[in-house]
C-alpha cells in the first residue's frame, strides 16, 4: 500500500456519461497529480494540484476537470465520455509541489467506456 | 515542446546479461526520474536524478544524467527475472513558475531465465 488511495478501482460506464474518480493523497502529501495512461497514448500528465490550487495543467481536455478539497483529497471529473477516454487514471501524490524525490502513486481507477 | 524518446521499446534479454535503457530528452530539464511498473500496478519511483553527472545505484539497477547530451541511463546489471516490468523515464521543465512533467513511452523488460 503507498498511502495514496484511489477510487472506484474498476468503473464501466456508457459514452456520453460523466464519471468522479476520487484520490486521498499519502498523509503529508500537499500536491496530487492526475494522469492517464492507454495504450496508444502512453503515460500523459493530465493536471496538478497544490494545497488547493491549481499548480501546472498538461494535457487535458476540456471535458475534463478537477479540483482539490480542504482536506487535500482531489477529484477527477470526466463528462461526456467517449471510447477513447478508456484507460488507466492514476493519482500520484507529493510533499511538495516540486517533486523532489518523485511521486507516490495510487493503484489507478481503471475506466471502461462502452 | 518537451518530447522523452526511450529506446528500445521492447526488451528481451537472458539472466545474468548486462542492458542499458536509454532515455533522450529535447529540451532542458530541471530533474529527471525513473519508475517501475509491473503489469497492472501502479508505478514505482527508482530513482530521482537532480543535476548533471548524477548517478543512483540500487541493487542491480544503476541510473545516470547527462544533462549536456540530454540523456539518461538506466543500467541493468546481471538481470534476474524480479526485474521484468515496464520501465519509465520521466522528465520535469519548469518554464516560468509553471512545471511541465512528461513520461517517455516506456521499456518493456522481460528477463528470461
Known amino acids: 500500500d503507498s498511502g495514496v488511495t484511489q477510487t472506484p478501482k474498476h468503473l464501466i460506464t456508457a459514452t456520453g456519461q460523466r464519471v468522479t474518480l476520487r484520490c486521498s493523497p499519502r498523509?503529508?502529501?500537499?500536491?496530487v497529480y492526475w494522469y492517464q495512461q492507454s495504450l496508444d497514448q502512453g503515460l500523459q500528465f493530465l493536471i496538478q494540484y497544490y494545497n488547493g490550487e491549481e499548480r501546472a495543467k498538461g494535457n487535458i481536455l476540456e471535458r475534463f476537470s478537477a479540483q482539490q478539497f480542504p482536506d487535500l483529497h482531489s477529484e477527477l471529473n470526466l463528462s461526456s465520455l467517449e471510447l477513447g477516454d478508456s484507460a488507466l487514471y492514476f493519482c500520484?501524490?507529493?510533499?511538495?509541489?516540486?517533486?523532489?524525490?518523485?511521486?507516490?502513486f495510487g493503484s489507478g481507477t481503471r475506466l471502461t467506456v462502452v | 515542446e518537451l518530447k522523452v524518446e526511450q529506446n528500445p521499446l521492447f526488451l528481451s534479454m537472458q539472466e545474468g546479461k548486462n542492458y542499458t535503457i536509454y532515455c533522450n530528452y529535447s529540451?532542458?530539464?530541471?530533474?529527471l526520474y525513473w519508475y517501475r511498473q509491473d503489469p497492472g500496478k501502479s508505478l514505482e519511483s527508482l530513482f530521482v536524478?537532480?543535476?548533471?553527472?548524477a548517478v543512483k545505484q540500487e541493487g542491480r539497477l544503476m541510473a545516470s544524467l547527462d544533462t549536456k547530451a540530454r540523456l539518461s541511463t538506466l543500467h541493468i546489471t546481471a538481470a534476474v527475472h524480479d526485474l521484468s516490468a515496464t520501465y519509465f523515464c520521466?522528465?520535469?521543465?519548469?518554464?516560468?513558475?509553471?512545471?511541465?512533467?512528461?513520461f517517455g513511452t516506456g521499456t518493456r523488460l522481460k528477463v528470461l531465465a
Open positions: 536524478l537532480l543535476s548533471n553527472g
Open positions: 500520484a501524490s507529493s510533499l511538495s509541489d516540486r517533486v523532489d524525490y518523485g511521486y507516490t
Open positions: 520521466a522528465v520535469l521543465r519548469t518554464t516560468s513558475g509553471t512545471y511541465k512533467y512528461i
Open positions: 529540451t532542458t530539464s530541471d530533474r
Open positions: 498523509s503529508g502529501d500537499l500536491s
